[in-house]
């Protein structure tokens, strides 16, 4: 296990990752509101998400993830009431392309993605321990928690709660309440909308209770990293953390990490302008998946990230280098004795990347080491410099970066863009060589299971003393 340092947005700086249970990470992170398709602002944070969790596994710890759905939400109960269906019937199909999306991009699945709809239980339980401290409040129905009541409030945001004014109104306001600052536990339900009992009468619980409810009933009371966008400090954040921790009386979260913002051509993101685009809006246009996810990564979290196509093509480009490099090796020869430069430069690269991932993240450079990877062993091949088991150790290489940046192995990602015609003739023989490559592994599984993907789309490799060679039936 690596030591890691993460920027911890409560102290806005850089602290050492220390687990509450060494090597192990409870990680946190706020999931989608299924009241319609996530845009790619949402991805650039989920993708973000599975990247800090990759690293942290590649770093060696064992991470349990939580993304809660939000389905229980002012928007959706709207939407769902004026649709005349329930609940469940509205959110389905946005909970259905919400996981489709995560598949196309090779986001890996937490442990735990559980949905507000489930816990209402345990969120008016946690709304009963702050009313029995006398921080909460009943008004006409609702619960309100007192934010004068709670000395800490405003830490996570560094916000002046004085310049709040008096009077002002917030945007999800609709319910009477002491002070303007004061937020809402447990909504009171209005007249023929779904709600659930309460010993306050029927309602439903506020955003950011759930979100406090269901990070600690999976995490427990004081977990490692939660994580959001910037958009979520202040006040998602702010109250989860005000709410868990007079319920608790103990510290809630160890490190909060925030994604920025995603820019469209350089602006923001609005419904007015027309750029919030849906995963399947720039699969239509032609984008390919894989360089999304790589373009996704390859600007650092805390920096904002501007999405433009060019951008993509740049991806899909680079992506072409490391993919050159590797069937340039696959099918080179280790003739070059003792003096190969390999063996130094993957042990640089590995360190390099390793100390890169483990300083907050530092995805430019982490990618540095891996191009600078792809320098030397071009150089080697044309110098035909490549020792005994340089190929094997360079392809191990990769596999461990992929592990992290998920689109170095171009096989994992052929045939996800086919079309009618099936695959092309590049995918089939990155196919090919990746099978070539676990033979020589004697990784037979693997290599059946490639033989196996392409006699599903009819074509069959045969074996011959040259090599293999492939054909479509
Ligand atoms: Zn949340």
Same mark, same amino acid.
């Given at each position: ?280 809006? !720039?699969?239509?246009?032609?984008? @390919?998946? #894989? =360089?999304?996810?790589? +373009? ?5 979290? %805390?920096?904002? /990230? ?124 990155? !196919?090919?060589?990746?099978?070539? @490559?676990? #033979? =020589?592994?004697?990784? +037979? ?5 490639? %033989?196996?993907? /392409? ?19």
């Amino acid at each position: 296990m690596s030591s890691a340092a993460f920027f911890n947005t409560e102290e806005r700086r850089q602290v050492p990752l220390e687990p509450r249970d060494e090597g192990r990470v409870g990680l946190y992170t706020c999931g989608p509101t299924v009241y319609n398709h996530a845009h790619i602002g949402n991805f650039r944070t989920f993708l973000f998400e599975d990247l800090l969790r990759r690293a942290l596994r590649f770093l060696g710890y064992e991470v349990e993830q939580v993304m809660n759905i939000t389905d229980i939400d002012d928007k959706i109960i709207r939407a769902a009431v004026e649709g005349g269906v329930s609940l469940s019937e509205y959110t389905a199909p946005y909970i259905e392309s919400f996981f489709a999306d995560l598949d196309t991009l090779h986001i890996e699945r937490a442990e735990h993605y559980p949905r507000a709809t489930e816990h209402v239980p345990e969120m008016i339980e946690l709304v009963e321990k702050l009313v029995a401290t006398g921080v909460a409040y009943e008004s006409d129905g609702s619960v309100f928690f007192r934010i004068a009541d709670d000395p800490d409030y405003g830490r996570l945001s560094k916000l002046d709660l004085s310049e709040v004014r008096q009077g002002e109104r917030v945007a999800d306001d609709e319910y009477d309440k002491e002070d303007v600052r004061d937020f809402v536990l447990w909504k009171g339900a209005k007249p023929n909308e779904p709600s659930w009992d309460s010993p306050w009468g029927t309602g439903r619980p506020g955003w950011h209770l759930e979100c406090s409810a269901m990070s600690m009933k999976y995490l427990g009371p004081e977990f490692d990293i939660h994580t959001g966008g910037v958009d979520n400090i202040f006040p998602h954040h702010e109250n989860e953390i005000a709410q868990s921790e007079t319920a608790t009386g103990g510290r809630f979260v160890r490190l909060w990490l925030h994604a920025e913002h995603l820019l469209v051509d350089g602006r923001k993101m609005s419904k007015s302008l027309g750029n919030q685009y849906t995963l399947a809006e !720039l699969l239509e246009r032609g984008l @390919e998946p #894989r =360089a999304l996810r790589y +373009f996704f990564l390859t600007t650092h979290y %805390r920096k904002k /990230l501007n999405f433009t196509l060019a951008g993509v093509e740049d991806a899909a480009h680079a992506l072409r280098r490391i993919d050159e490099m590797r069937f340039r090796l696959t099918h080179a020869e280790e003739s070059g004795g003792a003096d190969s430069p390999v063996p130094e430069a993957v042990e640089r690269a590995r360190a390099r990347f390793t100390a890169a991932l483990a300083d907050d993240l530092n995805t430019s450079e982490a990618l540095a080491a891996v191009f600078g990877l792809v320098k030397d062993v071009n150089i080697a091949i044309e110098e035909n410099r490549l020792g005994t088991g340089d190929t094997q150790s360079v392809l191990q290489l990769l596999t461990d970066m992929n592990r992290v940046f998920g689109v170095l192995d171009p096989t994992e990602w052929a045939g996800e863009d086919e079309t009618a015609a099936g695959l092309s003739d590049d995918q089939i023989e990155a !196919l090919v060589a990746a099978r070539q @490559e676990a #033979r =020589a592994q004697k990784d +037979f599984a693997r290599s059946d299971e490639i %033989r196996d993907r /392409l006699a599903e789309q009819g074509i069959v490799i045969e074996d011959t003393p040259t090599g293999p060679r492939w054909k479509r039936t």
